[in-house]
């Protein structure tokens, strides 16, 4: 069966733009002496998640081309699969200039779900940074070579499969056992936040399988230590020897977004100079190369752009759960 929910067409790949909306010109006179001290960077999942990569790569690549002068600590605030973070920002932080987190599609999935009472209308969107694909992945040791063999394994006892998943992971795994004829209800999941916790996880044989983004699993699975079954991509991922779950039979793509924001009531001109400096980040030769090293797709995005993108994605997010239940 064709899964063609709107969730899969995040999975598109998108140019660069260089550019912002007419909201996001230069920075107002105001802003010339911000900032004026250390910017915080927050991830709200713990060190070697997707969350972790990517805040830890944004501060390398603003540090590398000297974009950002001031010091930029980077904080781990696990819990919730960043509900936890996002619910500190919007009660502890309002109107402050000196707190910037890293969020994605988990911000949706959290709200709709009734995970979290707040999402992207609660907060300061700055920017849409890049696209990650979803992988599957196993220990490599395990008996299941592909996807097949994990949907088999499911279909004849869910109960003997335990899949590591975040809270905001868990659905595309239940479209792949949809495409597989399964019943996602009966899957056994095993909550488990980050790519460093669920390879611990994997290596120590407390979950089977795994589902994350490609940048969290990228190193095992090029060290052997993990085997990647399948990418939830269009075709296959460059660097990854991973098929794609539609050669497999399983017609699902899925990818993930990422992106920045700050507190609600963020100022203007704090804004303005992050739009801009992340502009010309993403532009940067150091972001080029993490880029190619992570499997990061640059989708860059602000202002108009980045808030029709947000309420488009959150109504097909929407629809495509509503088509699950």
């Known amino acids: 069966m064709r899964i063609t929910t709107a969730l899969a067409a995040l999975a598109v790949t998108v140019l660069v733009m260089a550019g912002c909306s007419d909201s996001d010109s230069g920075p107002s006179e105001s802003a010339a002496e911000y ?3 250390p910017v915080t960077m927050s991830a709200g999942a713990g060190p070697g998640s997707g969350f972790d990569l990517t805040i830890r790569a944004v ?7 000297k974009i950002v002068t001031v010091g930029l600590p980077v904080q781990n605030k696990p819990g919730g699969a960043g509900a936890d973070l996002l619910a500190t920002m919007v009660r502890d932080h309002r109107g402050a200039d000196d707190q910037i987190a890293v969020t994605s599609l988990s911000m949706m999935l959290n709200q709709l779900e009734g995970r979290s009472p707040y999402g992207y209308a609660d907060v300061t969107m700055i920017a849409r940074l890049m696209t990650e694909y979803f992988v599957v992945v196993t220990g490599s040791g395990s008996p299941s070579g592909n996807l097949r063999d994990v949907m ?6 869910s109960s003997r499969v335990r899949v590591g998943a975040a ?3 868990q659905a ?3 479209l792949l056992v949809s495409a ?3 019943d996602p209800s009966t899957i056994r999941y095993i909550d488990v936040e ?7 996880a994997l290596r ?11 940048s969290e699993f990228t190193g095992a699975v090029r060290e052997g230590t993990l085997r990647a079954l399948g990418v939830l991509a269009e075709n296959r991922v460059p660097g990854l020897d991973a098929p794609t779950a539609r050669e497999q039979g399983l017609d699902v793509t899925l990818a993930n977004w990422r992106g920045l924001y700050g507190p609600p009531d963020m100022p203007a001109a704090a804004v303005a100079y992050w739009r801009n400096a992340l502009g010309d980040m993403v532009r940067s030769p150091a972001w080029s190369a993490i880029a190619q090293r992570t499997q990061f797709t640059t989708t860059f995005s602000t202002g108009d752009d980045f808030q029709k993108f947000l309420a488009t994605t959150q109504n097909e997010v929407k629809a495509a759960l509503d088509a699950q239940r």
């Open 59 to 65: 501060v390398d690549a603003l540090r590398a081309d």
């Open 194 to 200: 980050g790519g460093a916790d669920q390879t611990a």
């Open 204 to 214: 120590s044989g407390t979950v089977d399988v795994a589902i994350g983004g490609v």
């Open 180 to 182: 597989a004829g399964g």
């Open 167 to 169: 809270a905001d992971d």
């Open 172 to 174: 595309p795994f239940d």
């Open 152 to 157: 088999s394994a499911i279909t004849a006892d």
């Open 35 to 37: 900032p004026a001290g």
